[in-house]
């Protein structure tokens, strides 16, 4: 998984409330292979008309948004079921950061688990910087891990919170699988004590 220390470049405004999983990527797609191509399912049936093509009313095929790294949304993003999918898609598209008022809570596990860093903040906060972003097309923003804090569009300065152990393992970009491995040692040192503790 790749570290999330800091993070600069161009975001992009979602509105839509309570944006399902199934909208982030369809059921369909769920037995694809995961990869690059994971990306081209994002938003798949609303960004793809019928024949493959782009729809241009939305955001993401807008020029301006194509290169997104920041998800701005509105309440309970990724709410739905609990396809980890959903976080795949964004990260294959290059978003590592998703900021919102609230979010479904296993989209937000997951998010975590996978190396995005799912932001809440307050709703009228968060109304602010999509209205910014629709304003400004292209317009990017930063995130610090390390200080818990954000730059808008506009230059202003939010804080947020995090939990320490999540925060920890985006910041040296380690899974769960990754955290039990470095007690590797000392679990093979348990195991010889309790062979002979009870033979």
Same mark, same amino acid.
């Given at each position: 998984?790749?570290?999330?220390?800091?993070?600069?470049?161009?975001?992009?405004?979602?509105?839509?409330?309570?944006?399902?999983?199934?909208?982030?990527?369809?059921?369909?797609?769920?037995?694809? =292979?995961?990869? &690059?191509?994971?990306? !081209?399912?994002?938003? +798949? #049936?609303?960004?793809?008309? *019928?024949?493959?093509?782009?729809?241009?009313?939305?955001?993401?095929?807008?020029?301006?948004?194509?290169?997104?790294?920041?998800?701005?949304?509105?309440?309970?993003?990724?709410?739905?079921?609990?396809?980890?999918?959903?976080?795949?898609?964004?990260?294959?598209?290059?978003?590592?950061?998703?900021?919102?008022?609230?979010?479904?809570?296993?989209?937000?596990?997951?998010?975590?688990?996978?190396?995005?860093?799912?932001?809440?903040?307050? =709703?009228?906060? &968060?109304?602010?910087? !999509?209205?910014?972003? +629709? #304003?400004?097309?292209?317009? *990017?923003?930063?995130?610090?891990?390390?200080?818990?804090?954000?730059?808008?569009?506009?230059?202003?300065?939010?804080?947020?919170?995090?939990?320490?152990?999540?925060?920890?393992?985006?910041?040296?970009?380690?899974?769960?699988?990754?955290?039990?491995?470095?007690?590797?040692?000392?679990?093979?040192?348990?195991?010889?004590?309790?062979?002979?503790?009870?033979?």
């Amino acid at each position: 998984m790749e570290p999330f220390t800091r993070l600069t470049g161009p975001a992009v405004p979602i509105d839509l409330p309570n944006v399902d999983t199934d909208r982030i990527i369809p059921a369909r797609f769920l037995r694809k =292979a995961r990869g &690059v191509d994971y990306a !081209r399912y994002l938003f +798949h #049936d609303v960004r793809f008309d *019928a024949n493959g093509g782009e729809r241009p009313e939305f955001v993401l095929n807008e020029p301006s948004y194509r290169g997104a790294r920041i998800l701005v949304a509105a309440e309970n993003f990724g709410c739905g079921s609990s396809r980890e999918g959903a976080v795949w898609a964004l990260s294959a598209y290059g978003i590592r950061c998703v900021i919102a008022p609230s979010f479904g809570d296993i989209f937000f596990e997951n998010c975590g688990k996978n190396g995005v860093l799912a932001i809440r903040l307050p =709703a009228p906060t &968060v109304a602010r910087l !999509r209205r910014q972003l +629709h #304003d400004a097309p292209g317009a *990017a923003m930063s995130v610090d891990l390390e200080t818990q804090a954000l730059v808008g569009p506009d230059g202003a300065h939010y804080e947020f919170e995090i939990d320490g152990f999540r925060k920890e393992a985006l910041r040296r970009g380690l899974d769960e699988i990754d955290l039990t491995r470095e007690y590797e040692d000392a679990i093979a040192a348990f195991e010889r004590r309790r062979v002979g503790d009870a033979p």
